[in-house]
């Protein structure tokens, strides 16, 4: 059973950074950010292939950036300029479907998931 953990959330101010990590325990075809804020549905932040294809939500579109390293199996979610609409758990997820390309960036094209991280951005 392939396993991801997350690392790297917490308390920042509007318009800080922070940069969140997922490591898989074994190869996959893409990996993918969502988050989900309390009384809200899940919502797909940015996924990336192993080729390096990417996608990304328009409202974090300039702000955030994804990145992969294939060799460690751990892909980046650097956020910056971040909003108190940013606020919510964030998940990664991932698949290998070597055939995902733009749908990436739905939550139900995924099989695995890691179990979150807390992302606040307040004052």
């Known amino acids: 059973q392939l396993q991801l953990v997350e690392s790297g959330g917490g308390l920042v101010q509007p318009g800080g950074s922070l940069r969140l990590s997922c490591t898989a325990s074994?190869?996959?075809?893409?990996i993918g950010w969502f988050r989900q804020a309390p009384g809200k549905e899940r919502e797909g932040v940015s996924c990336?292939?192993?080729?390096?294809?990417?996608n990304y939500a328009d409202s974090v579109k300039g702000r955030f950036t994804i990145s992969r390293d294939n060799a460690k199996r751990t892909v980046y979610l650097q956020m910056s300029s971040l909003k108190p609409d940013d606020t919510a758990v964030y998940y990664c997820?991932?698949?290998?479907?070597?055939?995902?390309?733009?749908?990436?960036?739905?939550?139900?094209?995924?099989?695995?998931w890691g179990q979150g991280t807390q992302v606040t951005v307040s004052s």
């Open positions: 990336i292939r192993g080729d390096a294809y990417t």
């Open positions: 997820a991932a698949s290998r479907n070597h055939q995902l390309y733009g749908m990436c960036i739905l939550p139900d094209r995924y099989d695995y």
């Open positions: 074994g190869d996959v075809s893409v």
